[in-house]
C-alpha cells in the first residue's frame, strides 16, 4: 500500500509479476493493486507489469477477477524474441562497445550457441543470453597475452553443447551392461550420421523421437540416459538431462489439469530429453488421451519445444494400441529401438557374470548352473517377471542366504569357502522369489521327494490310458477332467513342468463377459491367476457359442501365442462331440491342443467292478446274488439322462448304506447285525436313485437306450471278479415289470416326497423327546460298529431333508417359469393386439389420402372456378380461393359417377 501511494503521479513498473501468482503475500499484493487502481481517468498511477507470457496469462486467470479487468490481455505489448541476425547485431554493438576484436569464426560459434539456447531453453534471455555469453568468453580470451591490450575473441573461446568433455564415452553406460550390443550399434550408426553431416558441412538430419519397446528389466531407462549424453556430445541438446516421469504422472485429477502437467514436465525437460516410461498409460481414459493430444500439439511447435527429444517407453502390444489412438503422435515418432525379452540362458550368463565380478565362485558349477537354468524356467512365466531386475535379485538373495549359512555356521578362516555360493543358497533364494511372486508359500518344498508323482492318479478307478499319456507328457496343452486337471498339476509340478501347484477352475460361460470388450478382459485376468500353473476350462463347448464365446476363444488362442502366457497349461473339458464341435469353429485354437485325454463312460461291469471294490475297502460283506442285483440295477441308471459314471457308483454305495443302517437298527438280534450289505439294502438303494432321477428329469426322460447296443455282457453271460457263476435275468424281469408302467412312475414322486417328509418329522420329534429306544447301543456290537450306525442314521436324516428341499425348490422353479410363461404370453398378446390397432389406423389413414386423391381428380377435371382461382378443402366441401364459388363433396360424386 505504502509503495503505491509513494508512486502517485508516477509509473510503477513491476518486473516478473508472475512471481506475485506464487504465495499468500502475493495474493494479497494484488488485491490491494486492484483495490487503488480501478482502471478509469480518476487514476493517477500508471502500472506496468512485466513477465512472461504464460506465467501472467495464468496469473490474471486465477487470481482477483478485477486484475483482468484493470490489465486486458488484448491490450498488452507482446516483445518477440530476436532473431539470429538482431542477436549478431546486439553482439556486434556490445564488442565495439567494449573494444574487442572478435574474429568471424567466433561471431559464427556465438551465434551458433545462441541459437541452441534459444531453441531449447524455457525463458530464453536474448540480449541478457548475449552479455553471458561475452563474459565466458572474455573470460576464456584474457588466459592469452596481447601486446596492444586489445582482447581479441576466438573461435575456441565459445564453447558448444557436447564439447565440456571430450574424453567421455556417451555410451559408456551402455558397455556395463548385459545383451546391449544391438542397442549401441544402432545408436552408433545413428551418431556417425550428424558426425558425418558435420564434416561434410551439410545439415544435420533431424532427431526426432524415440519409441522403446520392451518388458521390464530389459534397460530401457539406461539407454535413454544415453540417448541423452549422445545428442548432447553431437550438439544437438543444450543440455544432457533426462526428465524421467511416466504415463500416470503425466495426467490430471481433473479436466484442464492434464494439459497444465504436461507442459510443465515439458518445460522442465526442455533443451534435454523427456522420458516417459509406460507411456501405453496415455492411451487410456479422458486424461490419458487429453495428454496425448498436448504432446502432439508440443511436438508441432518447432519454435518453442524444437530442442526438446521425446522417449516414451513400455510394453510392445500396450504401446502399438496406445499409438494406434492418436495417428498424429504416432507419426511424430520416427526411431523404434525394441529391446527382447532375456532368455533362460541370458539369465544364467548374466548372474554368472555377477558372481564372477564380486570375485565369488559357484559350488559344482555345472549343477549349480542346471539349478539356476530350472530357476529361471520357474520366474519367466510368472506374473511380474523383470529380466535382468530378477537376476540382481536373485542374485541379492543369494548372497543373503550365504551370509545366513556362514553366520549360522561360526567363523571360518578358509577364505575359498567363505568365498563360495553353495547350491542351496542358489536354490533358497529361487524359492523365495518363486512363492513371493505367487503371493504365498504354499508350494514351498524342501527338496525332490522320491515319492511317485503318479500315486494319487492311482487311486482312481480306470486311469490306466490316462496316466501312460501323462508320462509321455512333454508339451502344454491337454484336455482333460476335473478330477485328474488337479493331480496334473501336482504331477508337472513335481516333474518341474510347471512353476506351482495350482488350478484355476472355470467354465465357458464363466470366460464369456456380459457387454462388448469385457470377454477379453475376463480371459486375461483368468490367465493371470493360473500363471505358472494350470488354467482349467469346464463345459468349454460353451466357447464356440454366440458372440461372447468367440470372443473368448480368439483371446484364448491370442494368449496362447503369447509368451507373457507362456508357463500357462490350458486344460479343456466337455462332451467330445461338442468339444469337438468348438474346436472345429476355430481351426487356431484347435492347433494349440496337440494332447487328447479321453475318459470312456462306464459299462455295467466297470460300475458294479468299482461299487465291490469300495466294499471289499471298508470290509463289507456282500450277498451271493450281488452280481446279479448290481448289473441289472446300473444297467437300468444307464438308461436314464444324466447317468454320472462313477459319481452314481459312490450315490448307491452311499444310500446302500443308509439303508443297511436302517435295517440294523430295527433288528434285536446281534447275529443280524454283522458288517454287510443285504441285496435289499442295494435294491432300495437303486430305486431312490431311479426314483430321485425321474422326479429330477420329469417322465419324459425315462426313455429307454437301447442297451443292446452298449458295449457290455448280458446278464447270462456276465462275470465279474471273485464270482465265476453266471447270472441270470430274473430279478431284471421283474424290476421292468415293476418301472414299465408310466403312471406308476408319477405317482410316486409325490408319494415319495411325502413318506420321506413324515418320517423325517417323526424321527425328529423322537430326537427331540429322548424316547428313542434304539438310541442305546445293544450289547456285542463294537463301538465301531455303532459309531459307524449312527452316522449312517445321520446321513440319511440329512439325505430326506435335502430331497424334500429339492422338490420343494423344483416346484417353486415350475412355478416361477408357468408364471414367466404367463406373463410372456399376456405380453404378446397385448403386443398383437397394439399391433392389429396400429395396422386398422394405417389403413383409415390410407383411405383418407385415396378419398382425398380421387376429390383433387376431379376437381383437376373441373379445373379452376369461372373466376380462374384455386379450390381449397373447407368442411364437407370445396370453395375457390376467391370465395365466391362453392362445390360438396355430394355434388362432385354425382356429377363424375364414383364414390368419394
Not at 551370509?403 to 547350491?423: H, P, Q, Y
Not at 507362456?566 to 487356431?588: E, P, Q, R, T
Request: proline content about 2%; glycine content about 8%.
Amino acid at each position: 500500500m505504502n509503495l503505491i501511494d509513494n508512486c502517485r503521479g508516477k509509473v510503477l513498473v513491476i518486473d516478473e509479476a508472475y512471481g506475485l501468482n506464487d504465495n499468500l503475500y502475493g495474493k494479497q499484493a494484488l488485491d490491494a493493486l486492484v483495490e487503488k487502481v480501478q482502471g478509469t481517468e480518476a487514476d493517477d498511477i500508471a502500472v506496468l507489469l512485466l513477465g512472461y507470457e504464460e506465467q501472467m496469462l495464468d496469473m490474471l486467470d486465477k487470481q482477483n477477477p478485477g486484475l483482468r479487468r484493470r490489465f486486458a490481455p488484448d491490450q498488452a505489448f507482446y516483445f518477440e524474441d530476436y532473431t539470429n541476425n538482431e542477436l549478431n547485431k546486439i553482439l556486434t554493438h556490445y564488442c565495439n562497445e567494449k573494444h574487442y576484436k572478435p574474429t568471424l569464426e567466433f561471431c559464427e560459434r556465438a551465434l551458433k550457441k545462441l541459437d541452441i539456447q534459444r531453441r531449447s531453453e524455457f525463458h530464453f534471455g536474448n540480449a541478457g543470453s548475449v552479455q553471458n555469453l561475452l563474459k565466458e568468453a572474455v573470460a576464456c580470451a584474457s588466459r592469452r597475452q596481447y601486446s596492444d591490450g586489445i582482447i581479441r575473441l576466438e573461435a575456441e573461446d565459445v564453447q558448444l553443447p557436447g564439447e565440456v568433455d571430450d574424453s567421455e564415452d556417451p555410451f559408456s553406460d551402455l558397455d556395463k551392461l548385459y545383451g546391449m550390443q544391438h542397442i549401441k550399434a544402432q545408436l552408433v550408426k545413428l551418431k556417425s550420421q550428424f558426425d558425418l553431416a558435420d564434416e561434410e558441412g551439410d545439415c544435420r538430419p533431424k532427431v526426432g523421437h524415440f519409441v522403446f519397446v520392451g518388458a521390464p528389466g530389459t534397460g530401457k531407462t539406461t539407454v535413454a540416459r544415453g540417448v541423452g549424453k549422445m545428442l548432447f556430445k553431437c550438439g544437438l541438446l543444450s543440455r544432457a538431462d533426462v526428465l524421467e516421469t511416466s504415463g500416470l504422472q503425466l495426467t490430471g485429477q481433473y479436466v484442464g489439469s492434464t494439459k497444465k502437467v504436461v507442459h510443465d514436465h515439458l518445460d522442465k525437460a526442455k533443451g534435454g530429453v523427456l522420458f516417459i516410461d509406460e507411456a501405453y498409460e496415455l492411451g487410456r481414459g479422458t486424461y490419458g488421451s487429453e495428454a496425448c493430444s498436448t504432446l502432439v500439439e508440443a511436438m508441432t511447435n518447432e519454435e518453442k519445444y524444437g530442442g526438446l527429444v521425446i522417449i516414451m517407453a513400455g510394453y510392445q502390444a500396450d504401446m502399438q494400441s496406445m499409438l494406434d489412438t492418436n495417428q498424429g503422435l504416432k507419426s511424430r515418432f520416427n526411431r523404434f529401438l525394441e529391446f527382447p525379452d532375456w532368455e533362460v540362458a541370458d539369465c544364467v550368463d548374466y548372474f554368472t557374470c555377477l558372481v564372477k565380478g564380486k570375485n565369488f565362485s559357484l559350488q559344482n558349477y555345472r549343477h549349480s548352473v542346471s539349478i539356476l537354468e530350472k530357476g529361471f524356467s520357474k520366474l519367466k512365466p510368472l506374473k511380474g517377471w523383470g529380466n535382468a531386475r530378477d537376476v540382481v535379485k536373485l542374485f541379492e538373495g543369494t548372497l543373503e542366504n550365504r551370509a545366513m549359512r556362514l553366520s549360522e555356521d561360526g567363523s571360518n578362516n578358509d577364505e575359498i569357502v567363505e568365498k563360495t555360493i553353495t547350491e542351496n543358497d542358489v536354490r533358497l533364494s529361487i524359492q523365495a522369489m518363486v512363492d513371493a511372486r505367487m503371493g504365498s508359500s504354499a508350494t514351498k518344498r524342501p527338496g525332490r521327494t522320491d515319492s511317485d508323482a503318479f500315486a494319487e492318479l492311482n487311486k482312481l478307478y480306470r486311469m490306466g490310458q490316462v496316466k501312460t499319456k501323462l508320462q509321455q507328457l512333454r508339451n502344454t496343452y491337454l484336455v482333460a477332467q476335473r478330477d485328474v486337471a488337479r493331480i496334473m498339476s501336482k504331477i508337472l509340478f513335481d516333474l518341474d513342468l510347471t512353476a506351482r501347484n495350482h488350478v484355476e477352475e472355470t467354465t465357458g460361460l464363466e470366460m464369456q463377459g456380459q457387454y462388448v470388450g469385457q470377454t477379453k478382459k475376463v480371459v486375461e485376468a483368468l490367465l493371470d491367476k493360473a500363471k505358472g500353473g494350470v488354467l482349467f476350462i469346464d463345459e468349454a463347448y460353451t466357447l464356440g457359442q454366440g458372440s461372447f464365446g468367440t470372443e473368448a476363444c480368439d483371446t484364448l488362442v491370442a494368449a496362447m501365442t503369447d509368451p507373457e502366457y507362456a508357463g500357462v497349461v490350458v486344460v479343456i473339458a466337455g462332451y467330445a462331440k461338442d468339444i469337438d464341435d468348438m474346436l472345429c469353429s476355430n481351426a487356431g485354437l484347435k492347433s494349440r491342443f496337440t494332447h487328447t485325454l479321453t475318459f470312456p463312460d462306464w459299462d455295467t461291469r466297470d460300475c458294479v467292478n468299482c461299487f465291490k471294490s469300495k466294499a471289499r475297502s471298508m470290509d463289507y460283506e456282500l450277498p451271493d446274488n450281488a452280481n446279479h442285483v448290481l448289473e441289472s440295477g446300473f444297467k437300468k441308471l444307464k438308461s436314464l439322462d444324466g447317468f454320472g459314471n462313477a459319481r452314481d457308483v459312490n450315490a448307491t454305495w452311499t444310500s446302500a448304506k443308509r439303508y443297511r443302517a436302517d435295517r440294523i437298527m430295527s433288528t434285536t438280534t446281534i447275529k443280524e447285525r454283522s458288517k454287510s450289505l443285504d441285496a435289499d439294502d442295494i435294491r432300495k438303494a437303486f430305486e431312490e436313485l431311479i426314483t430321485a432321477r425321474t422326479v429330477a428329469n420329469g417322465k419324459e426322460s425315462l426313455r429307454k437306450r437301447d442297451v443292446t447296443s452298449e458295449q457290455f455282457c448280458e446278464p447270462s453271460s456276465f462275470q465279474t471278479e471273485g464270482n465265476g457263476s453266471n447270472l441270470d435275468g430274473e430279478w431284471e424281469d421283474e424290476w421292468a415289470g415293476d418301472w414299465a408302467d408310466d403312471e406308476l412312475l408319477d405317482s410316486k414322486e409325490n408319494v415319495v416326497v411325502e413318506e420321506q417328509a413324515q418320517q423325517l418329522s417323526k424321527e425328529q420329534d423322537e430326537s427331540k423327546q429322548g424316547t428313542n429306544t434304539t438310541d442305546v447301543q445293544d450289547p456285542g456290537v463294537s463301538d465301531a460298529d455303532w459309531m459307524g450306525l449312527q452316522q449312517a442314521k445321520e446321513d440319511e436324516i440329512r439325505h430326506t431333508e435335502q430331497c424334500i428341499a429339492e422338490e420343494a425348490g423344483r416346484k417353486r422353479i415350475e412355478a416361477e417359469l408357468e408364471a414367466q410363461l404367463k406373463a410372456k404370453h399376456l405380453a404378446q398378446q397385448a403386443y398383437q393386439k397394439k399391433m392389429e390397432d396400429l395396422q386398422r389406423q394405417r389403413e383409415l389413414v390410407a383411405e383418407m389420402h385415396r378419398k382425398k386423391e380421387i376429390i383433387k381428380q376431379k376437381l383437376r377435371a373441373i379445373g379452376n372456378c369461372p373466376a380462374g382461382f384455386v379450390w381449397h378443402k373447407v368442411g364437407g366441401g370445396w370453395r375457390c380461393a376467391g370465395g365466391s364459388h362453392y362445390v360438396s363433396d355430394s355434388d362432385l360424386n354425382r356429377s363424375f359417377g364414383y364414390d368419394v
